[in-house]
């Protein structure tokens, strides 16, 4: 048996573990599991879809959303947040874009708390009062601040400790969440300092052909001279853009500048990468470009358009027709979850975000999936065009012989 007190409501449907206590004025929806021995007090509002482990403690005027979890003995303060979806709009429905969020055994969620969704705190994790967290908790670890940064960590009984205490519990903390790298934050700039990826490149087409070549990409760490040219009064924008060229393996050699192509943008706030267009790549043109916006972490979304494109790349459109005009590509980005990628000269796994984008066009559709790191920027980059053909584009550490990533190229939905 469980105590609710009579101003409470209690929904059918709901599944409430012996020993139990509900207070004054709080509202259990059906559908939603509370374990033994919890106590949840006034006006606190439960939601379906959420599950309370045993002893969880739930402190006045909570709000738990849909798709939350607590383990067992998690203790909610006083008014803390929870959130289930990123970017809320009042005219939008959005329910079926709901994110989960964990909290593990023992965590305590301070007062004011603001918990984002999609995200896990760890277990006997601490949240400071009023700490806005946006990224994954690892365990034991304590957290304070807009945005919540790590200060310490605590032991099981609550009690701040020392570093040299929690040295090997940090260690662990890293594997016993799934991707603590949750959220990155810009905090150095890859491509506008001079530098040379090279990427390998198969470009798979609509008759399964399959051609393999590799591309060089040449950061030249100098202001990008063309934009300076179509845009001569906008200086404070022209130092944002620096040079980059596109260069078949073979010309790479050659004095990158001479072969500069475009450009790229690199701030705290976004990095801007134009992708190869040049020759029998133009019709990447109408396809989203590798764009990302910090910070990082799954479920964020973002938008772009290119509006209006250069004669040159629509007639890399097969069976295209003057008289049909020019077309806008209206893009959309969604981080929908992590991977990991291989770095040989590292021997180890790399964290990377999957960003997966979608281009609409008046011609058609066309996609991107790319795997994003931190450290080596964009590592892989599969294109489907408006041809129906795909171009796969994947880093090649440099003076490296193995390679780090294997296709298997039945694999891919070529429709």
Not at 141 to 147: S, T, W
Not at 170 to 196: D, G, H, M, P
Not at 337 to 342: A, T
Not at 383 to 408: G, Q, S, V
Request: overall charge neutral; aromatic content about 12%; charged content about 20%.
């Amino acid at each position: 048996m469980y105590f609710s007190h009579e101003t409470a409501i209690i929904d059918d449907g709901c599944a409430i573990g012996e020993g139990t206590k509900i207070w004054h004025f709080s509202h259990l929806m059906g559908g939603c599991t509370i374990g033994e021995n919890c106590v949840i007090a006034q006006n606190v509002f439960i939601a379906p879809d959420v599950v309370l482990g045993n002893g969880v403690k739930v402190q006045n005027n909570v709000s738990i959303y849909a798709g939350v979890t607590c383990d067992d003995d998690v203790f909610l303060g006083p008014s803390c947040v929870f959130t289930n979806v990123l970017n809320p709009r009042a005219a939008i429905c959005r329910k079926d874009e709901f994110l989960p969020t964990h909290i593990g055994q023992g965590a305590t969620i301070g007062a004011n708390a603001t918990i984002l969704c999609g995200i896990t705190i760890g277990k006997f994790a601490f949240v400071g009062a009023g700490a806005v967290v946006t990224k994954n908790v690892p365990d034991y670890a304590l957290v304070v601040g807009n945005p919540a940064r790590q200060a310490g960590w605590m032991d099981e009984k609550g009690c701040k400790k020392q570093a040299f205490y929690l040295f090997f519990v940090a260690t662990l903390s890293l594997f016993s969440i799934q991707s603590a790298y949750t959220q990155i934050y810009r905090q150095e700039k890859i491509y506008s300092k001079k530098n040379k990826f090279s990427f390998d490149v198969v470009h798979i087409i609509q008759n399964d052909t399959i051609k393999e070549k590799t591309l060089v990409l040449n950061c030249l760490g100098k202001e990008w001279r063309s934009l300076k040219t179509l845009h001569p009064n906008d200086s404070i924008e022209n130092r944002k853009w620096t040079g980059i060229s596109w260069n078949d393996l073979g010309t790479d050699q050659l004095d990158p500048e001479k072969y500069e192509t475009t450009g790229v943008k690199e701030t705290s706030e976004s990095l801007f990468l134009h992708p190869p267009r040049g020759g029998e790549h133009a019709i990447l043109e109408f396809c989203p470009f590798p764009i990302v916006h910090y910070p990082l972490h799954v479920g964020k979304r973002w938008s772009w358009t290119l509006i209006g494109t250069n004669d040159i790349y629509l007639r890399a459109i097969k069976n295209y027709d003057k008289k049909q005009g020019d077309t806008s590509v209206e893009c959309e980005y969604v981080v929908t979850g992590e991977k990991s990628w291989f770095s040989v000269s590292e021997n180890k796994n790399i964290p990377c975000y999957v960003i997966d984008a979608t281009g609409k066009t008046r011609f058609g559709n066309t996609k991107l999936v790319a795997y994003y790191s931190e450290k080596y920027g964009y590592v892989y980059m599969h294109f489907k065009t408006l041809n129906k053909d795909e171009y796969i584009l994947r880093l090649r550490e440099e003076k490296l012989k193995t390679n780090t990533m294997k296709y298997n190229y039945d694999s891919y939905n070529h429709k």
